[in-house]
């Protein structure tokens, strides 16, 4: 066999069956609707009840593509979160577990805020690399909470998406001339003691766009590529404006073309569609907008080549590029993921409210998750004792 590129050749995602209309939230908070819906650029939001966490979400979002995966060659699992369930042992364990993968894998967990989706499949495009006939299994899985009344309560939601890494792969062949930018800041953190989140919003944004321009223009002077030449930009969407600032970004600080700069922001509303539906997914946006993007666009064509930028806030900020493979569509799960959104059941903000309140607390206390609210292929039944106990349901 005659290995080629290296890249994603699967992908999947998944979020539960419950969401909370944007509007209603910013009507019971005493907002003006346009400002989350225009100004923050969501609809909806995914609610995640106390049975759901980054191991079920993973586990769910990686089971449909067990059949593409061969025993015999998968030699990783990555869990990339900041939502991890335990400070030691790896979620990508319970996962491994729960999908009956073979023992003779690598499993580990990878933290750096949102940047932990795209570090496991960094991570995992090398290990291939040294490795051509295995394949790597990335998860990148969230759930993200601020709290209720808080000013990140319009940027929640949570979900997973997982991805197939192996060579000559049937959707996006990565490239290896990626740009990186790290340095250690306080925009956003999470202490170990609470699963709510700590933010300083504008400044956040701020980092953000510099570490974006960091990236592009080291990308730019070292290729010699022009942004017009590219199908594609595609962001970290903590919420949809914010990439729709990088991308406003990238044109005041790079000559495009009027037709090019038009193709572009046509694709990018493309790639924000189902974030605008599901929310902040921290280490999965990035990968949903690609979902998003290739699932919703009918005008991308096999050697299309896309920009990809992760950042995750601490901070590291990586710009990557890939090329679409020929017959891309049909590795997708168009239908599935389109039935994951449509079937969803609305909740009222006190629905909402009443699930946020019930999850398992962060302390010894034994936790029971409300069956009511079982989803997905997988569940957290509660916790025992301080072990957390998981369960098939579909």
């Not at 908070?29 to 969501?42: A, E, L, N, S």
């Not at 044109?251 to 193709?263: M, N, Y």
């Not at 990809?308 to 493979?325: I, K, M, Q």
Request: aromatic share 10%.
């Amino acid at each position: 066999m005659t290995y080629s590129a290296i890249g994603i050749d699967r992908i999947s995602m998944y979020t539960p069956a419950y969401f909370l209309d944007i509007r209603q939230l910013a009507v019971a908070r005493g907002v003006d609707p346009d400002k989350f819906t225009i100004g923050i650029g969501q609809d909806q939001q995914a609610v995640i009840p106390g049975s759901q966490d980054v191991v079920t979400m993973g586990a769910t979002a990686a089971l449909r593509m067990l059949d593409d995966i061969d025993p015999d060659r998968l030699g990783l699992v990555i869990l990339g979160t900041e939502s991890g369930v335990d400070a030691s042992k790896a979620g990508a364990l319970y996962i491994h577990d729960l999908l009956g993968l073979p023992h003779s894998v690598r499993c580990m967990e990878i933290k750096e805020a949102c940047f932990g989706g795209t570090a496991g499949l960094m991570t995992a495009r090398d290990y291939v690399a040294a490795h051509p006939d295995k394949q790597a299994l990335v998860i990148a899985a969230d759930v993200a909470r601020y709290g209720l009344g808080s000013g990140g309560e319009v940027t929640q939601g949570g979900g997973a998406v997982a991805m197939l890494v192996s060579s000559n792969p049937r959707i996006l062949e990565l490239d290896d001339d990626t740009c990186v930018y790290s340095g250690s800041i306080q925009d956003f953190w999470r202490p170990v003691y609470t699963d709510e989140a700590l933010a300083r919003g504008k400044y956040s944004t701020e980092q953000y766009l510099e570490f974006f321009e960091h990236v592009w223009l080291d990308y730019a002077a070292r290729t010699g590529r022009s942004a017009s030449e590219f199908a594609a930009f595609l962001y970290h969407l903590p919420y949809t404006k914010m990439g729709a600032k990088g991308l406003k970004r990238l044109f005041e600080i790079t000559e495009v073309c009027d037709e090019a700069r038009s193709l572009l922001e046509e694709r990018f509303n493309k790639s924000i569609q189902y974030s605008r539906r599901v929310g902040n997914v921290y280490t999965g946006s990035l990968y949903l907008g690609l979902i998003s993007l290739l699932e919703l666009d009918d005008t991308l064509q096999a050697d299309d080549e896309l920009v990809l930028f992760s950042y995750g806030s601490g901070a590291v900020g990586e710009l990557f590029t890939g090329r679409l493979v020929e017959g891309y569509r049909a590795a997708l799960y168009s239908e599935e993921h389109a039935a994951i959104l449509d079937n969803r059941r609305q909740v009222s903000v006190e629905e909402y409210e009443r699930i946020f309140n019930n999850v398992a607390p962060y302390s010894p206390q034994d936790y029971v998750a409300d069956e009511k609210y079982f989803c997905g292929s997988f569940v957290l039944e509660g916790v025992e004792g301080q072990e957390r106990k998981y369960k098939r349901i579909g």
